[in-house]
């Protein structure tokens, strides 16, 4: 079956810690997105990236990093510069958008990030 | 901000009623997306809408679209327990410097009492 697949499902951060969120598809997107959910909030885009190679920062990019060597994957470092990172954090893939407008993104069922 | 607003913030009915959900936006769009999310679960695509449509349904799903207004609703009908999760609409942007992104909203609650 195709789908997106996030590890792991719960992570807990030590105070000074970097911590990476793993995110796989195999749909064959060109486009991935990282977005954090803060408790009844909607997604704040952290970053995304419509190519391998390239990606771009989104609303709170701040403390985040990314890479996107491979087009399956977009892993995710919480770094310690990220002073609040407790929350939901959601992964998603898309096709890439056309002159219609951007497609409809396929979600993972996200990593729930905890601090110590 | 592009972002969508859902309202109301939470909805609560009866099983067998009708669920109306509202959005609104603040910049010209391409299409209007909804979406649907189960607690600690992610979000699954319902239906899209481009700016040239005003309707479109999906089972017992009814989508409207008021470009003019920048609004849009998301209409359930005969609504389930199942249908219980928080919806969300996500619109992108119609300039090159917002494309291959979505806006979400904060989300609608909707509660489906058996």
């Known amino acids: 079956d195709g789908g997106i697949t996030q590890s792991p499902k719960y992570l807990f951060r030590k105070e000074g810690q970097n911590v990476t969120l793993s995110c796989e598809q195999n749909?064959?997107?060109?486009?991935m997105y990282w977005y954090r959910q803060d408790p009844g909030q909607g997604l704040r885009l952290i970053y995304y990236?419509?190519?391998?190679?390239?990606?771009q920062k989104g609303d709170i990019a701040e403390g985040y990093s990314v890479s996107r060597e491979k087009k399956e994957s977009f892993p995710l470092t919480v770094t310690s510069a990220q002073k609040n990172p407790t929350a939901f954090y959601l992964c998603?893939?898309?096709?890439?958008?056309?002159?219609?407008?951007?497609?409809?993104?396929?979600f993972g069922d996200g990593t729930r990030l905890s601090i110590l | 901000s592009q972002q969508g607003e859902e309202d109301p913030q939470a909805l609560s009915i009866q099983e067998g009623e009708n669920a109306t959900m509202n959005c609104s936006y603040k910049?010209?769009?391409?299409?209007l997306q909804w979406y649907r999310q189960n607690s600690g679960r992610g979000l699954v695509h319902l239906i899209l809408?481009?700016?040239?449509?005003r309707e479109k349904h999906s089972g017992r799903l009814r989508v409207t679209l008021d470009t003019s207004k920048k609004s849009s609703s998301l209409l359930i009908t005969a609504s389930r327990a199942a249908d219980t999760a928080s919806y969300f609409c996500?619109?992108?942007?119609?300039?090159?410097?917002?494309?291959?992104?979505?806006?979400f909203g904060r989300g609608t609650q909707l509660t489906v009492w058996p």
């Open positions: 749909l064959n997107h060109d486009a």
């Open positions: 809408i481009r700016s040239n449509e």
């Open positions: 910049t010209s769009i391409n299409n």
């Open positions: 996500a619109t992108d942007g119609d300039r090159g410097s917002t494309l291959g992104r979505l806006y």
């Open positions: 990236s419509q190519i391998v190679n390239d990606f």
């Open positions: 998603a893939s898309s096709i890439r958008y056309d002159r219609v407008g951007n497609q409809p993104q396929h």
